[in-house]
């Protein structure tokens, strides 16, 4: 075989053909709606000489000598029972084993079909090929692919929105908690516990008022203490920090941290 051709599978069963001729059996089978039956597309030398040997024995059907070599070799026929001859000729696809018989032109072959590139009018429809371990091969159809998961793609997309949405929410609540921070700040205060039970405890003050943090809210809240930049100019309470809101929490931490605001006790006027 000649090194210069690209063998692409064809897909189904039905062999190879070279990369153009199978770029365009590819957007026919789409045309279709199914794989064209096809009983032989590409052939090797061995299969041209298997065949040229059947034709000098029975003198059909005919077949030219391997070294020809014969348009089989070159990925560019295909013989087929389906024949939508008017879809195969708008794809570049013709038949051409015409002989003389009774004097006149015949189409004695009408299964086989060669492919002329130059006369498929649907040559610059784009078809994607794989490499499949060295095999190359049609890429799956996108826009099948597509349809085949449409309620997939849907629920992706109802998922995108609602991050947007919560997103949004979130930044307007950040902004909130940053304009309260500025007129009175939130400040974390942390508090030993009884000896009964003498882990730290914390308590979070703020405008609204204060309120004692759950465990399940103090590492959320003492991340975010570390991770938000302040100014230790609080009069009351050297260990206390501000919680600016600088930072976005996750949508996740934000039901924790509104929660924590919501149940705040108003602050004492002094
Ligand atoms: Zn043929």
Do not use: C
């Not at 009983?39 to 059909?60: D, I, M, P, V």
């Not at 006149?104 to 006369?119: C, G, I, N, Q, S």
């Not at 003050?205 to 103090?218: C, D, F, N, R, Y």
């Not at 809240?221 to 206390?240: E, G, I, L, M, N």
């Amino acid at each position: 075989m000649g090194g210069a051709i690209t063998k692409v599978d064809i897909g189904h069963g039905r062999g190879w053909l070279e990369e153009q001729a199978a770029k365009s059996q590819a957007r026919i089978d789409r045309a279709l709606g199914h794989p064209q039956q096809i009983t032989e597309a590409g052939r090797s030398w061995e299969q041209q000489n298997a065949h040229w040997l059947t034709f000098q024995k029975y003198g059909k059907p005919i077949a030219l000598h391997p070294d020809t070599p014969s348009v089989h070799q070159k990925g560019r026929a295909k013989d087929t029972d389906e024949r939508d001859v008017a879809l195969m000729n708008d794809h570049g696809w013709f038949q051409t084993v015409y002989r003389v018989v009774n004097g006149k032109r015949t189409l004695v072959e009408p299964w086989h079909f060669e492919y002329d590139p130059a006369r498929d009018n649907h040559r610059h429809e784009v078809v994607e090929l794989v490499n499949d371990n060295g095999t190359w091969r049609i890429a799956p159809d996108k826009e099948w692919d597509e349809m085949a998961t449409q309620k997939e793609m849907e629920a992706a997309f109802r998922k995108v929105v609602a991050e947007e949405v919560v997103k949004v929410v979130a930044a307007e609540v950040a902004k909130a908690v940053k304009q309260n921070a500025r007129s009175g700040a939130y400040k974390i205060v942390g508090v030993q516990g009884p000896p009964s039970n003498p882990g730290p405890h914390m308590k979070l003050t703020g405008p609204e008022g204060e309120t004692q943090l759950a465990p399940s809210e103090m590492h959320l809240v003492r991340r975010h203490v570390q991770a938000t930049p302040y100014v230790s100019d609080t009069p009351w309470d050297p260990k206390s920090k501000f919680v600016t809101g600088e930072e976005l929490f996750t949508p996740d931490e934000w039901a924790i941290v509104s929660k924590v605001l919501a149940r705040m006790k108003p602050a004492k006027v002094s």
